[in-house]
């Protein structure tokens, strides 16, 4: 193996300009494919975090999934007589014995959960009025589920826990009514209950139609606000995993009983679209090393042509056509390591110069950065293609070095 390699070293030694050629090839190929790997990759997880980790994970309404079967139809399924227009019977909307089935979801690994009561309230201030979403929460817990902790640019979320009528507001909403820190504002519900309550906090999330819809209250003056004592109506729960949703969102309807929306369920399409578009992604940049790799089969191919005579002399001398076929799997494998390496650290370096672009969207009040992914298995990718595309190059030009006929060749020299 030692003379094998040592002839395959010669060989690109001494036809330098088209291995630096074929080497350029595999290190652009294989620095292109990080740069736009991590900039797709980095696009998707920075749509995660925006749209979806600003939402839960999982969703457990007071809903079911399918309609509730009659007593009739259940005591008699074969029945001839079907009973219409039956009204159900009124009752105070929320999740039924909320705090065992709390404990449960609690009890499995990995996700954190809040119970919330949700609900329509309008809202008055100097004259205007608007319907807005009241969400009732304990803070400590709220932290837990969501970031909107994180998006507050005044006040806390802990100010709910300190001030019984406080009322944290979008943005949006601030702007739209006026408001201030302080502001007291009245708050009217479905149930002909009304509160004045304080401006404690101003959150900015990105999204209009949120920042001009969403408030937060304490859970227990939402409770009274909407009539519906100890009564919460979701769960809002954020998994370690946002992938393991499905499953988790599964199980948990099977033992509760109520309906559970995962975000891969609610976002179902936009997930196709982030698929396909990581297909054509991979696909373009692969293309690349493909093409890469014809610099390597030109390389190769044009070696075994101009050793044809020295080939036979090996095969006449004790080497076996495997042995001529490793020497120029040898070459490719070599051009292969050395493009991955030094494409590997162009890459870098490239990803480095594209995390210092900041730029301003048209609209955006936020400079922003390109958002990057720096996981290490897309290097290991991007070098493991490289060298399959460098063998699948370097293959056909030995194999057909490997059936030279020192017979043939030799006579035709003499």
Wanted: charged share 20%; aromatic share 6%; hydrophobic share 45%.
């Amino acid at each position: 193996m030692s003379i094998q390699l040592g002839i395959a070293v010669t060989h690109l030694v001494n036809r330098k300009r088209p291995t630096l050629v074929s080497l350029v090839g595999i290190v652009l190929g294989v620095a292109f494919f990080l740069a736009v790997s991590s900039l797709m990759r980095g696009s998707e997880r920075d749509f995660i975090k925006r749209l979806i980790d600003n939402s839960p994970h999982i969703t457990v309404s007071d809903e079911y999934r399918n309609p509730r079967v009659q007593p009739a139809a259940l005591r008699w399924p074969e029945g001839a007589v079907e009973v219409r227009r039956v009204k159900p019977l009124n009752e105070v909307r929320g999740i039924r014995g909320h705090a065992q089935k709390l404990a449960f979801i609690e009890s499995l690994p990995g996700l954190r959960v809040a119970p919330v009561l949700t609900g329509s309230v309008v809202l008055a201030f100097a004259g205007r009025t608007q319907g807005v979403t009241l969400t009732g929460a304990v803070p400590s817990q709220m932290k837990r589920v969501s970031t909107i902790g994180e998006k507050l640019i005044e006040g806390s979320l802990d100010a709910l826990a300190s001030n019984p009528n406080g009322l944290i507001v979008g943005v949006g909403l601030a702007k739209k009514f006026s408001l201030r820190m302080g502001s007291v504002v009245n708050v009217a519900s479905a149930a002909n209950e009304a509160r004045a309550l304080k401006v404690v906090g101003i959150f900015r999330t990105g999204g209009a139609s949120y920042d001009e819809t969403q408030t937060f209250v304490s859970l227990k003056r939402a409770q009274n606000l909407l009539d519906r004592t100890n009564r919460i109506n979701r769960f809002i729960i954020q998994l370690d995993d946002p992938y393991r949703a499905r499953d988790a969102a599964a199980l948990i309807e099977n033992r509760t009983g109520y309906k559970s929306v995962s975000w891969l369920e609610a976002s179902e399409d936009l997930m196709s679209v982030l698929l396909v578009r990581n297909i054509i992604m991979y696909s373009v940049v692969s293309a690349i090393l493909v093409v890469a790799a014809f610099g390597i089969y030109n390389t190769i191919s044009t070696i075994v042509m101009e050793k044809t005579h020295d080939i036979a002399i090996l095969k006449s001398m004790g080497f076996h056509a495997r042995d001529v076929r490793r020497i120029f799997l040898v070459e490719g494998i070599m051009l292969g390591a050395i493009g991955s390496v030094m494409g590997v650290l162009v890459g870098l370096g490239l990803m480095g110069v594209l995390g210092q672009v900041s730029f301003k969207p048209p609209g955006a009040t936020q400079v922003v950065n390109l958002p990057l992914y720096w996981g290490f298995e897309q290097y290991l990718l991007a070098a493991g293609f490289a060298m399959i595309s460098a063998v699948g190059a370097s293959y056909l030009p030995a194999r057909k070095a490997g059936r030279v006929q020192p017979v043939a060749i030799l006579r035709g020299m003499g």
